[in-house]
């Protein structure tokens, strides 16, 4: 069968190209790379305002008696986090602690939740959720096929909500609100994947047009651009966020990855927990280091040399316009090097001079509203 075929298209795509994205295969999904340009994009989104099409995303409800059992048996943080109103960011493990997702639960009513998975583990995710809940009083629904997803990232969105959804105003980093708009059940969250203050609205297909219209107009005092997936990938990679397949897998783990306050080894037993416990009394033999470099643009699986001995290789590096210069993210063995110590990365057979950094590379508004909540 042929991709022609098999290419999967969100309820935008026809809005996407009539505002001229240019779209590639992303993991079998047809979605714009850019419109007028990554770094327009992405200045746009760290200085006023940008919007997404992330309707690729996944959206798992877990409802019923045994629903916050059900996630806090399967996750690592801690679920009593995600009060009704509020979501928390978490890694769903495998008996040996690797990654099956990294994804936001949300806390919709103590037997309701909403959880935001990754676009390319939707149906993994919704399998393995299912197959943990066993015989628990609870119902495991993926509504991925049914929702669109809407990013709307800047230091200027909340101005452009005060009259599309004032209640998000008040809604902390992470939290959630459901609203009717035009008519259809939709979702708001505090949440994006660039660092930067802003919204998600998660709604049915047959509003999403008009919701991006809507916002686009609201968003013009700003200067508001659409976004493509090129830009939405600098912009995490200076935040410091995991892309699921390439940063993370099933056989990494969440220390290994340096995202150990997203674990909660003394809320009870979880999926992963005996591994990670031991890793977190003796440490990790590799770990997911930052670096910048002097000079070239770096790319995923750009060897990385200690001394003349290599350590590593990249999982996601690009060009970060922002810092001007050249970023990345790899794992490294050794696990515990320490911030300016030099480096090289080979680029087409030439290296080139690096330093260890620290990670997140670039804290936006996002930062100030507690990342970590």
């Known amino acids: 069968m042929s991709t022609a075929t098999t290419i999967r298209r969100t309820a935008l795509n026809g809005t996407m190209r009539k505002y001229g994205g240019r779209m590639v295969d992303f993991h079998g999904w047809e979605m714009p790379i850019q419109f007028a340009g990554i ?51 978490s890694h769903v493990t495998n008996p040996n602690a690797g990654l099956v997702d990294d994804i936001i639960a949300f806390c919709l009513a103590a037997d309701r939740y909403l959880v935001i998975v990754n676009a390319t583990t939707s ?42 959804a004032p209640e998000a105003l008040k809604l902390p980093r992470f939290g959630i609100v459901e609203k009717d708009i035009l008519g259809e059940h939709c979702y708001v969250s505090r949440t994006g994947y660039t660092g930067e203050d802003g919204f998600e609205v998660t709604a049915p297909h047959s509003i999403i047009d008009q919701l991006w219209e809507k916002l686009m107009e609201l968003g013009k005092p700003y200067g508001i651009v659409p976004c493509g997936l090129g ?3 600098t912009l995490r990679l200076e935040s410091g966020y995991l892309l699921y397949g390439q940063d993370v897998d099933d056989f990494h783990t969440t220390y290994e990855a340096g995202y150990g306050w997203v674990v909660s080894l003394d809320k009870g037993d979880f999926i992963g927990r005996d591994v990670l416990a031991r890793q977190k009394a003796e440490g990790v033999k590799r770990r997911l280091t930052g670096l910048t470099l002097t000079g070239g643009v770096p790319r995923s699986g750009c060897k990385v040399f200690l001394d003349g001995k290599q350590i590593g290789e990249l999982a996601s590096a690009t060009y970060s316009p922002t810092l001007k ?12 090097l320490k911030p300016g110590t030099p480096l090289e990365v080979e680029i087409h057979g ?24």
């Not at 959206?59 to 399967?74: E, M, S």
């Not at 197959?131 to 709307?152: C, F, H, P, T, Y």
């Not at 990345?328 to 515990?336: F, H, N, Q, S």
């Open 123 to 164: 149906a993994k995710d919704y399998e393995w959720f299912r197959e943990q809940a066993g015989k628990m009083r609870v119902k495991v629904e993926n509504r991925s096929d049914d929702l669109s997803m809407i990013a709307a990232q800047g230091p200027n969105v909340p101005g452009m909500f005060e009259t599309f």
């Open 231 to 233: 830009a939405r990938d």
């Open 39 to 89: 770094l327009k994009e992405h200045e746009a989104v760290r200085k006023s305002a940008g919007l997404f099409d992330v309707s690729h995303m996944g959206q798992v409800f877990v409802t019923g008696a045994d629903a916050f059992k059900l996630l806090q048996k399967i996750n690592t943080n801690d679920l009593r986090k995600a009060v009704p109103g509020k979501g928390v960011y």
């Open 325 to 336: 210069k050249g970023i990345g993210v790899g794992y490294m063995a050794p696990p515990d």
């Open 350 to 373: 030439r290296r080139v001079k690096a330093e260890v950094a620290r990670v997140p590379f670039h804290k936006g508004t996002a930062f100030n509203k507690g990342i970590g909540a």
